[in-house]
């Protein structure tokens, strides 16, 4: 994470629909680690949105059991 401040985690689908939220909380500066309950989602391909203070990414996330 670039900057201090609250930072918030989702995961959507591949049509855009929020499935959740994985992380919101304030983080410091620096590198944040998290782990995303896999077992609550089926195989397949997912999208993580991070959003920090002026930080905005989307990376994609496959699962597979």
Known sequence: I???G???IHCHSL???KLGTLFDSYTPEGQLSITIPHNHFSNGLYYIT???GI?????PLYIQH
């Open 2 to 4: 670039g900057l201090s």
């Open 55 to 59: 930080y905005n990414k989307t990376i």
């Open 50 to 52: 991070i959003h920090s």
């Open 15 to 17: 049509t855009g629909e």
């Open 6 to 8: 609250h930072t918030v």
